[in-house]
């Protein structure tokens, strides 16, 4: 059986009053996050691989939520890369249809919220029903002003670099910098501070780009235990971290 988080007014008063103290020093405008360990979550628990994605899936909206409130614009998580593929096809079965047959039991808390929802990655392999979800999700959600949750699903840096290139030269556009190429990527902006969970030291083909100078943060904790105070713990190291871009503070 899934774990379930209990409610906990005290708990929620704590992250309620450690999200104003982090708002009182500089927050990422974009925060990244691979959301590495659902199967691992799983397995220590014995259950399915599939409990852990659920699980994991229903994690990301709690920490989005967090995030709105800590003011940042971005959340981009990978959720699903154009290397999964490769996995079990039980499992990767479970992670396409998911989506779309759970999503009706959270639509009014969804679109209720002020989140705004984006997909990034590849389109022209997923499956219709999928598709009509992303595309719904996204005209739904449009005039939202809060947080824009990047839903990185069937994303790869590469393929995203590489089409990106094509789209420019095939409008005659020349790449000089560094910033004339992100209009034509899935993610627009630069990452400020990127988090892998489950222990992992790698960045898996994400956000090539986008992360050149970004803050890194690595934690042993699955993805689906990753909470509002492991949050606050990576916010807090970024905010203690000296970004220079390459030069000298004075």
């Known amino acids: 059986m ?30 990244a996050i691979i959301l590495d360990g659902n199967g691992r979550w799983a397995k220590k628990r014995g259950l399915p691989r599939t409990a852990g994605h659920y699980q994991g899936a229903m994690n990301v909206a709690k920490i989005a939520n967090a995030c709105d409130q800590l003011g940042i614009k971005y959340l981009t998580v990978y959720a699903f890369s154009t290397e999964n593929w490769k996995r079990p096809s039980d499992e990767v079965d479970y992670l396409m249809t ?3 047959k759970e999503y009706p039991k959270y639509k009014d808390k969804v679109l209720g919220s002020n989140i705004k929802i984006k997909h990034v990655g590849r389109k022209t392999v997923l499956a219709s029903d999928v598709l009509e979800l992303i595309n719904m999700l996204e005209k739904e959600t449009n005039d939202h002003t809060g947080l824009t949750l990047q839903i990185a699903f069937d994303y790869g840096s590469f393929e995203e670099i590489t089409q990106a290139f094509e789209k420019a030269s095939q409008m005659g556009v020349k ?7 992100y209009p034509f990527l899935y993610v627009t902006t630069p990452v400020d501070l990127l988090i892998r969970t489950s222990g992992e030291l790698r960045l898996s083909n994400y956000l090539l780009w986008q992360a050149s100078y970004a803050e890194f943060y690595f934690t042993k904790v699955h993805w689906p235990s990753f909470n509002e105070r492991q949050l606050s713990k990576a916010i807090k190291t970024y905010q203690k971290r000296d970004r220079r871009y390459g030069g000298l503070n004075k």
């Not at 790449?175 to 190429?181: C, E, R, V």
Request: hydrophobic share 35%; glycine share 4%; no cysteine.
């Open 98 to 100: 998911m989506p779309v």
């Open 175 to 181: 790449i000089q910098n560094g910033n004339d190429l």
């Open 2 to 31: 899934i774990q379930q988080i209990r409610y906990n007014k005290n708990l929620e008063w704590g992250i309620y009053m450690n999200i104003n103290r982090l708002k009182q020093k500089q927050i990422p405008q974009h925060l």
